[in-house]
């Protein structure tokens, strides 16, 4: 399985790299909207602290879609789904290497938009550095797991970004608080135990939904 | 030619999409190094059943085994390749990295020379570095029956492989498919060209109506079938 997956994952981001399907309005929209929104909160410090999570991962989930539903589309779009599960490689490899890559392509959008963030909206969310990095590692597998689950879903059903948005929106609901909440507190310098609840949250989240996505992967891409 | 174990046998095979049963009770055996031809009315499931015999689709009911084996496994997926109707290649990729990619995915040993090697058997080395959207369609056939044909399968079965070839493509195919059935490998093709279907196929089997007949002997030996058997 390790073998496959990592062609795979090379093919997907040789694809990127030389097609770039979808990271470049990935980062535009991400920043475009990380700016707006920080630029346009015009509130006091402590208020901008409280709001800051909830702003920066709205912007990350919206952005970070685009990525998630490319990574299933081009490939129904393409004819290559068929090709793809035809090769002697378990459906959930195949999962494993969408889920890996859109993970990495989540954690290029925030390596620019995180700080582009906290700079335009004077927050402090890169202090101390070892919260915030397993923080969002731990909501991009999540987001990525369920996302990618999602996408390949309503890909072969036809109907990508209209029902996906519909689907992963209210899914998401509690990994976005919780990275929300996160942040906030981090803003706030507060690493305490409501810090600690709400990363073991987004660990057992990711925990889950990567299982889930594993095993139903197969159900979902069979015709 | 020794009739040996049945690489594929299919058991009342039976699959629906939606409420529309597709295949109705499909009984067949192939030996290795057969060649069988499967004609058929547009519509009338050649591309589902062939599916089925190369493991990418999932029955409704009744029993696909390969080689005995009744469970898919990626040790039996890389005793089979399929030539879908349509190329499938990856458009961001040249047809080189296409094949690469194919025979990493299979566990081919030297990828590269592999691939090289069908690129010269296909008689497109020149344009190893072209994606498929700067090809023609028979091209991009061409190179898909080579990705299918890389990792040296067993189990050979190609949906309407002829189409788009033109007649050097045609020939190139032809020979190819010869060699396959000679080296004791089972090649299943769809066609709607009875001559070429006669031609090159020792057995021709119809499908109509869900359920497959028997259409034509050619003149080599008789292989067994539980539907002939029946009758």
């Given at each position: 399985?390790?073998?496959?997956?990592?062609?795979?994952?090379?093919?997907?981001?040789?694809?990127?790299?030389?097609?770039?399907?979808?990271?470049?309005?990935?980062?535009?929209?991400?920043?475009?909207?990380?700016?707006?929104?920080?630029?346009?909160?015009?509130?006091?410090?402590?208020?901008?602290?409280?709001?800051?999570g909830v702003?920066?991962w709205?912007?990350?989930l919206?952005?970070?879609?685009?990525?998630?539903?490319?990574?299933?589309?081009?490939?129904?779009?393409?004819?290559?789904?068929?090709?793809?599960?035809?090769?002697?490689?378990?459906?959930?490899?195949?999962?494993?290497?969408?889920?890996?890559?859109?993970?990495?392509?989540?954690?290029?959008?925030?390596?620019?938009?995180?700080?582009?963030?906290?700079?335009?909206?004077?927050?402090?969310?890169?202090?101390?550095?070892?919260a915030i990095?397993p923080l969002t590692f731990a909501a991009n597998f999540g987001i990525a797991a369920l996302?990618?689950?999602?996408?390949?879903?309503?890909?072969?059903?036809?109907?990508?970004?209209?029902?996906?948005?519909?689907?992963?929106?209210?899914l998401m609901i509690p990994v976005i608080l919780a990275a929300a909440e996160g942040t906030r507190l981090i803003?706030?310098?507060r690493i305490d135990e409501e810090w600690w609840r709400w990363f073991q949250f987004l660990i057992g989240f990711a925990l889950i939904f990567v299982t889930v996505?594993?095993?139903?992967?197969?159900?979902?891409?069979?015709? | 030619?020794?009739?040996?174990?049945?690489?594929?046998?299919?058991?009342?095979?039976?699959?629906?999409?939606?409420?529309?049963?597709?295949?109705?009770?499909?009984?067949?055996?192939?030996?290795?190094?057969?060649?069988?031809?499967?004609?058929?009315?547009?519509?009338?499931?050649?591309?589902?059943?062939?599916?089925?015999?190369?493991?990418?689709?999932?029955?409704?009911?009744?029993?696909?085994?390969?080689?005995?084996?009744?469970?898919?496994?990626?040790?039996?997926?890389?005793?089979?390749?399929?030539?879908?109707?349509?190329?499938?290649?990856?458009?961001?990729?040249?047809?080189?990295?296409?094949?690469?990619?194919?025979?990493?995915?299979?566990?081919?040993?030297?990828?590269?020379?592999?691939?090289?090697?069908?690129?010269?058997?296909?008689?497109?080395?020149?344009?190893?570095?072209?994606?498929?959207?700067?090809?023609?369609?028979?091209?991009?056939?061409?190179?898909?029956?080579?990705?299918?044909?890389?990792?040296?399968?067993?189990?050979?079965?190609?949906?309407?492989?002829?189409?788009?070839?033109?007649?050097?493509?045609?020939?190139?195919?032809?020979?190819?498919?010869?060699?396959?059935?000679?080296?004791?490998?089972?090649?299943?093709?769809?066609?709607?060209?009875?001559?070429?279907?006669?031609?090159?196929?020792?057995?021709?089997?119809?499908?109509?109506?869900?359920?497959?007949?028997?259409?034509?002997?050619?003149?080599?030996?008789?292989?067994?079938?539980?539907?002939?058997?029946?009758?």
């Amino acid at each position: 399985m390790t073998t496959g997956l990592w062609w795979m994952m090379s093919k997907d981001l040789l694809c990127e790299i030389s097609g770039k399907r979808s990271w470049p309005s990935m980062m535009l929209l991400g920043i475009v909207v990380a700016v707006v929104f920080a630029l346009q909160a015009q509130l006091p410090q402590e208020q901008r602290n409280q709001m800051c999570g909830v702003l920066l991962w709205v912007t990350i989930l919206f952005a970070g879609l685009l990525g998630i539903d490319r990574s299933c589309s081009s490939e129904q779009d393409d004819g290559c789904w068929e090709a793809l599960l035809a090769y002697p490689v378990s459906p959930a490899a195949v999962y494993w290497s969408k889920l890996l890559v859109n993970v990495l392509s989540l954690t290029l959008l925030e390596i620019l938009l995180i700080p582009a963030f906290g700079t335009f909206a004077g927050v402090r969310i890169l202090n101390p550095i070892a919260a915030i990095v397993p923080l969002t590692f731990a909501a991009n597998f999540g987001i990525a797991a369920l996302g990618t689950l999602l996408s390949a879903l309503t890909n072969r059903l036809g109907l990508s970004g209209q029902l996906l948005a519909v689907l992963v929106l209210p899914l998401m609901i509690p990994v976005i608080l919780a990275a929300a909440e996160g942040t906030r507190l981090i803003a706030l310098g507060r690493i305490d135990e409501e810090w600690w609840r709400w990363f073991q949250f987004l660990i057992g989240f990711a925990l889950i939904f990567v299982t889930v996505g594993s095993i139903l992967f197969e159900f979902v891409v069979e015709e | 030619m020794s009739i040996s174990i049945a690489s594929i046998e299919m058991r009342g095979l039976s699959k629906a999409l939606g409420d529309r049963l597709i295949l109705d009770g499909v009984d067949v055996r192939l030996h290795c190094g057969e060649c069988v031809a499967l004609t058929g009315d547009n519509g009338c499931g050649k591309t589902t059943l062939l599916r089925c015999m190369a493991a990418q689709m999932r029955p409704t009911g009744g029993e696909v085994c390969w080689f005995g084996k009744n469970v898919i496994d990626a040790a039996l997926k890389r005793r089979i390749g399929m030539v879908s109707h349509e190329s499938r290649l990856d458009p961001h990729l040249t047809i080189r990295e296409n094949l690469i990619f194919a025979g990493r995915m299979c566990s081919v040993s030297r990828p590269g020379l592999r691939a090289d090697h069908w690129l010269d058997v296909c008689g497109m080395s020149a344009r190893a570095d072209h994606r498929p959207k700067q090809l023609s369609r028979g091209m991009c056939q061409r190179i898909s029956i080579a990705r299918s044909l890389i990792h040296e399968p067993e189990i050979v079965v190609l949906d309407e492989p002829f189409s788009g070839l033109d007649a050097f493509g045609t020939k190139w195919l032809h020979n190819l498919l010869r060699e396959r059935t000679a080296g004791e490998r089972t090649v299943v093709f769809s066609t709607h060209d009875p001559l070429c279907a006669e031609s090159l196929a020792g057995r021709v089997l119809h499908l109509a109506d869900g359920r497959l007949q028997e259409a034509g002997l050619a003149a080599t030996a008789r292989y067994s079938c539980p539907a002939n058997e029946a009758a």
